[in-house]
């Protein structure tokens, strides 16, 4: 293959995995550094893509359902229109293994679909978080060098926020859809007084559906600097390279804080596996319960070396 062609990236959701596949976009990138490359992504994701420099193009998939004939039709003409000779299957899904049989003439397939030129069926594949599995993709590919990306290419000006050294990050919230991986923001508030008398300021993060959440813990904890709403995905590696550690439930923005090399610790509810979806990073530490809730502050702030 010569670095004149054209390359289609797949990767269509969500945001932890989307962060975890930036090592193997980046790898993509090194190893076609003269071909046109193109991710296939949804509508939330584009912006990262076309920041981080890893791609030409960006395609926006509108993951029509079965009945959509049209968007279907028109999903194949565009994928065969661009006549793609080489794709990168990040998502691995049915819906993926779909979109392969959407090529008219097959180009070289790296993924898991059914009758690709480059199947991973290994399987030890889900054992581990989901960077290793790409990993394990790109090495059919001959793609050896696949390393965390630590995200500095996200790099903002946080200057206009009144941060006090040492601070700590706060990712109190969730997904609304999954109650069950919320810490109680009574928790987080006794941390904050905690983490204040030891001469640290607590800088809670979170957009509008945190709100409520983190306005229980100023309540709780008037010191705590609320940055609700205030910043966006692009400031959180920033502030994150610059704080003393980071503590959060398992949810989107500790997935751009663990690569910074940023101590991270992460609390987990029984409903998903910290060994398949802890954030990558080397400084990055998990505790787990069944009921979240179980997690004793104490516990915590024994976790992170600090006083009880």
Not at 65 to 80: I, P, R
Not at 142 to 151: A, H, Q, S
């Amino acid at each position: 293959m010569t670095d004149t062609n054209k390359v289609l990236v797949i990767k269509l959701s969500a945001l932890g995995d989307f962060v975890q596949c930036f090592g193997a976009m980046r790898a993509i990138r090194n190893n076609h550094s003269n071909a046109n490359i193109t991710l296939l992504t949804t509508k939330p994701y584009a912006d990262l893509a076309q920041q981080s420099g890893y791609f030409n193009d960006v395609i926006i998939d509108t993951r029509p359902k079965l009945f959509q004939l049209k968007s279907w039709l028109h999903l194949g003409q565009k994928l065969n229109t661009e006549k793609f000779n080489r794709v990168y299957d990040l998502q691995c899904n049915d819906r993926t293994n779909i979109y392969f049989k959407l090529f008219l003439k097959k180009p070289e397939w790296f993924g898991t679909a059914k009758g690709a030129s480059h199947r991973n069926i290994s399987p030890t594949r889900k054992n581990d978080l989901a960077f290793y599995g790409h990993k394990q993709t790109l090495a059919l590919a001959g793609i050896k060098n696949v390393k965390i990306d630590k995200l500095k290419w996200m790099n903002t000006d946080i200057s206009a926020f009144p941060l006090t050294t040492p601070y700590v990050l706060i990712t109190a919230g969730c997904a609304p859809s999954r109650p069950e991986k919320k810490w109680d923001s009574q928790n987080y508030g006794n941390l904050c007084i905690a983490l204040v008398n030891q001469g640290l300021q607590p800088v809670l993060l979170g957009t509008e559906s945190e709100k409520d959440i983190n306005k229980n813990i100023v309540e709780h904890c008037p010191e705590a600097l609320d940055l609700t709403q205030k910043t966006n995905l692009f400031d959180i590696p920033t502030l994150a390279r610059k704080a003393a550690f980071a503590i959060g439930n398992d949810t989107g923005p500790m997935h751009f804080i663990g690569p910074t090399n940023c101590k991270a610790l992460v609390l987990f509810s029984g409903s998903s596996d910290p060994k398949r979806h802890r954030p990558l990073g080397e400084n990055v530490d998990t505790i787990q319960q069944e009921n979240i809730n179980d997690i004793s502050v104490k516990y915590v702030l024994g976790k992170l070396n600090l006083p009880t």
